[in-house]
Every structure is written in structure tokens, then in C-alpha cells.
């Protein structure tokens, strides 16, 4: 059985700028969520996709949209980078839409906007 | 590695202690608590979970308590190793839908 896996584990981007963050789902898991976490507090909710259709979000932006693919993979783009985006971006996956189905997290990407 | 626990309350240890660590939770209608270790440079990891029409749970050296009336968390580890070194967050979720982190402790074990 494999794990989440992000991609890549570290970027380096300038404020302004553009990216996608990459996401492959535990094996057998239909639902994805995304997490940032700046250094020293705990992960804050941007969105979920489940089944390839966004179901809930968090208090972000616009700049941060995502996608789910047909196998249940998952990328995060934000657009118009700011500093304060700098952060660690966690992708959890799990079997079923709710939270009692148990989160299986990657170790995440360390973004650096400068 | 990176640290996670920069900034965070710290709770300090010896090896062989019990270790209880305390959250509190803001949203009254939360019915499902979970408690997430993370070590540096990993993503949170499941510890044990427990939901709202309880108030105590046990699992292997840990044990969750929650009191709803003050709406406390909190997380008791037995025989603390070296191993559970690491930022201990809890989590809420209303209707388990999206699960809230709480701010985090960090644990310190001395050897």
C-alpha cells in the first residue's frame, strides 16, 4: 500500500509568480484535502475535492483553485504569489468525503515566495 | 530537517513520565476530535480520534479525554519514549466534515 506523495518537496518562486503544487492519493482513496501550514501553527483548510468536484473550502482566496483527476490525484495552483504564501502545503487523502474516514497526509511542499 | 515547532508551547518530559497534553476548542458544535502527531519534516499523523457522544477513549499508551462542558481536550501519553518527541496538534470537525487544527504543543522527551 502506498502513501501520499507530494511533488515537489521543496520551490523556490518570486512574488507574482504562478504554481502547482502535485498530490497522488493513497491507493483506494477518493478524496483529497489541502492544507497550509505556516511555520509554527497548525494546518489551515483551503479546500477538498471529492470524486473530481470541489466539496468545501476554507477561507482562501480565489488565487487558490485546485483540480482532482479521474485516479483521484490532485494539484493546488495558486496564481499572483505574496510573500505571505510562504508556507508548508499538506495534501491528505482518505476513503470517503468525511473526516471519520481517517486523513492519510503526505509530508508536504515547502513553498518560498521571496 | 525543518521545524515545525517553532513558536509553539513547549511541554518538557523525562523518558519513562507520562506526558498529558491540553487543547482547547473553540467551536461548541464539533462532534469529532482528533489528535495529530507531526514530526519535523512530516505531514500530521493519525493518534486517536473520539467523538463527541464520549468522553474518554483509550488506545496504545495513549488516552484522549474531552469535556464538552469547557470544551477540552486532552491527550495523556503513557511511559513517554524518545520516540514520541514531536508537535502534538488536536483537530475539531462539525458533521466530519473539514477538520480545524488547533495551535499545537511541542514535546520534548529527555533522556
Known amino acids: 500500500e502506498t502513501g501520499v506523495t507530494q511533488s515537489p518537496t521543496h520551490l523556490i518562486k518570486t512574488r507574482g509568480q504562478q504554481v502547482t503544487l502535485r498530490c497522488s492519493s493513497q491507493?483506494?482513496?477518493?478524496?483529497v484535502s489541502w492544507y497550509q501550514q505556516a511555520l509554527g501553527q497548525g494546518p489551515q483548510f483551503i479546500f477538498q475535492?471529492?470524486?473530481?468536484?470541489?466539496?468545501g473550502r476554507g477561507n482562501f482566496p480565489p488565487r487558490f483553485s485546485g483540480l482532482q483527476f479521474p485516479n483521484y490525484s490532485s494539484e493546488l495552483n495558486v496564481n499572483a504569489l505574496e510573500l505571505d504564501d510562504s508556507a508548508l502545503y499538506l495534501c491528505?487523502?482518505?476513503?470517503?468525503?468525511?473526516?471519520?474516514?481517517?486523513?492519510?497526509f503526505g509530508s508536504g511542499t515547502r513553498l518560498t515566495v521571496v | 530537517g525543518e521545524s515545525v515547532g517553532l513558536h509553539l508551547p513547549t511541554l518538557s518530559v523525562q523518558e519513562g513520565d507520562n506526558s498529558i497534553i491540553n487543547c482547547a476548542y473553540s467551536?461548541?458544535?464539533?462532534?469529532?476530535f482528533i489528535w495529530y502527531k507531526q514530526e519535523s519534516g512530516k505531514g500530521p499523523q493519525f493518534i486517536i480520534d473520539?467523538?463527541?457522544?464520549?468522553d474518554k477513549r483509550q488506545g496504545q499508551r495513549v488516552t484522549v479525554l474531552l469535556n464538552k462542558t469547557v470544551k477540552h481536550l486532552s491527550l495523556q501519553i503513557a511511559a513517554t519514549q524518545p520516540g514520541d518527541s514531536a508537535v502534538y496538534f488536536c483537530?475539531?470537525?462539525?458533521?466530519?466534515?473539514?477538520?480545524?487544527f488547533g495551535i499545537g504543543t511541542k514535546l520534548q522527551v529527555i533522556p
Open positions: 491507493s483506494g482513496h477518493n478524496t
Open positions: 491528505a487523502s482518505s476513503p470517503g468525503q468525511g473526516a471519520n474516514y481517517g486523513y492519510t
Open positions: 483537530a475539531e470537525s462539525r458533521g466530519y466534515q473539514k477538520v480545524t
Open positions: 473520539i467523538r463527541s457522544n464520549m
Open positions: 467551536n461548541s458544535a464539533s462532534d469529532y
Open positions: 475535492y471529492y470524486r473530481e468536484e470541489e466539496n
